[in-house]
């Protein structure tokens, strides 16, 4: 085993607004970061962040430290890989049954062999020399609220924006989304949309129905995932182009994923590292969807900007198609610096910036 420390801590985040959810509203998320050490050059340093979401993360817990704690302990560091090839080997031995605590150790264990001060993945865009292009995030609450959301978004240039839906009348949502589209037609602006489980099986066809009549480019999960017979049928119908989000959520392994997709036949998947545990399995996923000529886009699950850096490097080592889901960088009042910023839709990186570490709690 290299000689090395391992710390750990909670960050909680706090939200700017209360952001609405399909399955409640949000206004903190707590964080867990972990920091690999080089005990003899202690400016050596890995960072990982675990960020389980409530009713998402299977190793979800109103306070996790312990049980992240647990997990670091529980991993075979005797194993620490020696240089990036190896990682994938050491992370395999790793329980995936606590997927973001898995993604938090495998991107440490990143940043620790890189030892670049955050860069995970070296890249065009790590290197400052290309942006991702991304979509706007509208969350979910009163009408004037999400339009507000939608005109600031238009204002800063994006051509794609991801509505979240079915926490409020759908009525409503068809109201807002009807108006969107007449002042801007699907080829000036791309429409998702994210149900997050929030259709019921009997209502599902017919609310796409009303749904695709507004050139809407996608629908995110819009029955809740189990339900793969009722998700296929859905998906035969073709009503509208489906995209599986939790469905991806706990499938273990290669065989799992494939009897999914081979059930299922979706347009899309979203892939978010955090909950399908880190960047491996997200490559698992990645290779599955093109298996079966699926398109994906990778999605971040409201990590702090240390979290999203990381997924937004990874992102980049793919050739990308469509805009990712990875706007989630101003979402907090306590959020941390990093190089990341937005100009119009997209998602740029400055390789210069120096980032900031949690473990000396300086944040803006």
Same mark, same amino acid.
């Given at each position: 085993?290299?000689?090395? #420390?391992?710390? =750990?801590?909670?960050?909680?985040?706090?939200?700017?607004?209360?952001? !609405?959810?399909?399955? +409640?509203?949000?206004?903190?998320?707590?964080?867990?970061?972990?920091? &690999?050490?080089?005990?003899?050059?202690?400016?050596?340093?890995?960072?990982?962040?675990?960020?389980?979401l409530?009713?998402?993360?299977?190793?979800?817990?109103?306070?996790g430290?312990? +049980?992240?704690?647990? =997990?670091?302990?529980?991993?075979?560091?005797?194993?620490?890989?020696?240089?990036?090839?190896?990682?994938?080997?050491?992370?395999?031995?790793?329980?995936?049954?606590? $997927?973001?605590?898995?993604?938090?150790?495998?991107m440490?264990?990143?940043?620790y062999?890189?030892?670049?001060?955050?860069i995970h993945?070296?890249?065009?865009f #790590?290197?400052g020399?290309?942006?991702? $292009?991304?979509?706007?995030? &509208?969350?979910? +609450?009163? $009408?004037?609220?999400?339009? *507000?959301?939608i005109e600031?978004?238009?204002?800063? +240039?994006?051509? %794609?924006?991801?509505?979240?839906?079915?926490? &409020?009348?759908?009525?409503?949502?068809?109201?807002?989304?009807?108006?969107?589209?007449?002042?801007?037609?699907k080829?000036?602006?791309?429409?998702?949309? *994210?149900?997050?489980?929030? /259709?019921?099986t009997?209502?599902?066809?017919?609310?796409?129905?009303?749904?695709?009549?507004?050139?809407?480019? #996608?629908?995110?999960?819009?029955?809740?995932?189990?339900?793969?017979?009722?998700?296929?049928?859905l %998906?035969?119908?073709?009503?509208?182009?489906?995209?599986?989000?939790?469905?991806?959520?706990?499938?273990e392994?290669?065989?799992?994923q494939?009897?999914?997709?081979?059930?299922?036949?979706?347009?899309?998947?979203?892939?978010? $590292?955090?909950?399908?545990g !880190?960047?491996?399995?997200?490559?698992?996923?990645i290779?599955?969807?093109?298996?079966?000529?699926? *398109?994906?886009?990778?999605?971040?699950?409201?990590?702090?900007?240390?979290?999203?850096?990381?997924i937004?490097?990874?992102?980049a080592?793919?050739?990308?198609? &469509?805009?990712?889901?990875?706007?989630?960088?101003?979402? =907090?009042?306590?959020?941390?610096?990093?190089?990341?910023s937005i100009?119009?839709?997209?998602?740029? /990186?400055?390789?210069?910036?120096?980032?900031?570490?949690? /473990?000396?709690?300086?944040?803006?």
């Amino acid at each position: 085993m290299f000689d090395i #420390s391992v710390s =750990y801590q909670k960050h909680p985040l706090q939200f700017h607004f209360e952001a !609405g959810t399909s399955r +409640g509203i949000l206004t903190e998320k707590n964080s867990y970061f972990i920091q &690999i050490k080089n005990k003899k050059n202690p400016t050596q340093v890995g960072l990982g962040e675990a960020g389980p979401l409530r009713g998402l993360s299977p190793e979800f817990e109103e306070e996790g430290l312990a +049980g992240f704690e647990k =997990y670091i302990k529980s991993a075979n560091w005797e194993l620490f890989p020696e240089n990036l090839e190896e990682i994938p080997e050491f992370v395999s031995h790793l329980p995936l049954a606590y $997927p973001s605590y898995k993604f938090a150790i495998e991107m440490a264990v990143y940043d620790y062999i890189h030892a670049k001060n955050g860069i995970h993945f070296e890249n065009a865009f #790590s290197l400052g020399k290309m942006a991702i $292009p991304i979509n706007g995030l &509208i969350w979910m +609450g009163k $009408p004037d609220f999400m339009e *507000d959301q939608i005109e600031q978004k238009i204002a800063q +240039g994006y051509t %794609c924006l991801k509505l979240k839906i079915g926490a &409020i009348d759908f009525d409503q949502e068809l109201a807002i989304l009807n108006n969107l589209r007449n002042q801007f037609p699907k080829e000036k602006l791309s429409i998702r949309v *994210d149900a997050n489980g929030a /259709f019921t099986t009997k209502e599902a066809a017919h609310k796409l129905e009303q749904l695709a009549k507004l050139d809407i480019h #996608s629908i995110e999960q819009p029955i809740r995932a189990g339900l793969w017979n009722a998700m296929a049928e859905l %998906c035969q119908e073709n009503i509208l182009p489906i995209a599986l989000d939790e469905e991806l959520i706990g499938l273990e392994n290669y065989e799992q994923q494939n009897q999914l997709l081979d059930k299922i036949p979706a347009n899309y998947l979203i892939i978010k $590292p955090s909950l399908v545990g !880190g960047f491996s399995s997200s490559h698992t996923w990645i290779q599955a969807a093109e298996e079966h000529q699926m *398109d994906w886009w990778i999605t971040s699950a409201l990590e702090s900007n240390i979290g999203l850096q990381a997924i937004a490097q990874f992102t980049a080592e793919y050739s990308l198609q &469509i805009p990712q889901g990875l706007g989630t960088g101003s979402l =907090y009042t306590n959020n941390f610096a990093s190089g990341l910023s937005i100009q119009s839709g997209n998602l740029h /990186f400055n390789p210069n910036f120096h980032r900031v570490n949690p /473990f000396h709690e300086i944040h803006v």
